[in-house]
């Protein structure tokens, strides 16, 4: 039994008249402790199969499965870090995380929830910021304390939905470095969603395009096989990556190529019609032909 599974999911938005397929026919299975990157184009469905994995919405056909069990609502065992950053704009840093961490860890002492608190701040590099809010800190800072709160719930599955989009290439590299550290250690499953080639066959065991949409489904996986730990600074001269990293491209550029190929021309060709002017003619300023 695969340890999570989406079982042949669709889900579509809007009235039956006039419904968009989002995503179509979703089958995927991650094995427990697997990092898997799913790679897709804006507007393709992401966010959607994210939201369908962490069990905050439902699939009108289809199912997800943790464990053999069908996801019906979030918990604290997958737990799920949004692209938005979803912060409390009334709390402080160490306000947002450890009213997560008193969600999940119920028995905590007021100490270790400091403590548990602070490691992570710590792990993301924002303790100078522990007694900020939301609006005094940059998109990227937002994005670690969001990240630094999924970590800190330690949830069975991480769901992370494109965690490091907002951050700067040297950030980039330290929380990739960070996120893969952690899934070494604690023995995690990684569901990440990116549109980051390189991120993807740096981080991932297996590479699963999402299609253009509407009615988007999963494409073959790529199985990324390089041996860990991997060298981020030797990696442009290592031809397992560039190959790899060649062939997820060009399978990306292909498809997108196709799905515009594919697209009507709607342009309409208006008719050269004259307005007819229907004021009397003894009031007419303007002639009109
Ligand atoms: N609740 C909703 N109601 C109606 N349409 C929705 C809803 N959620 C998503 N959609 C539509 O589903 C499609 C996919 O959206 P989604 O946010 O999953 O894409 P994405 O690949 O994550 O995009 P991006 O990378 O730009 O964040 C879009 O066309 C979006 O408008």
Redesign the pocket.
Known sequence: MAYLELDNVSIG??PPSNR?E?LKDINLSVEENEFVAII????????????LLAGL?KPDKGQVRLHGSVVENPGPRLGIMF?NYSLLPWLTVFGNIELAVRQVFPKFTKAQVKEHVERYVEMVSLTPALEKNPHELSGGMRQRVSLARTLAMQPEVLLL??PLSALDALTRAVLQDEIIRIWEEDKRTVVM?T?DVDEATLMADRIVP?TI??AATLADPFPVTMERPRDRANLNKNPEFMKLKNSVTRFMVGMNKESKDLKVDTSVKMPNIIPHDFTPPTRRSVKVR
């Open positions: 938005f809007g968009t989002v897709g184009f804006s507007g393709s469905g992401k966010s959607t199969l994210m939201s919405q692209q939905d494109e969603i549109n999402l949409g509407p």
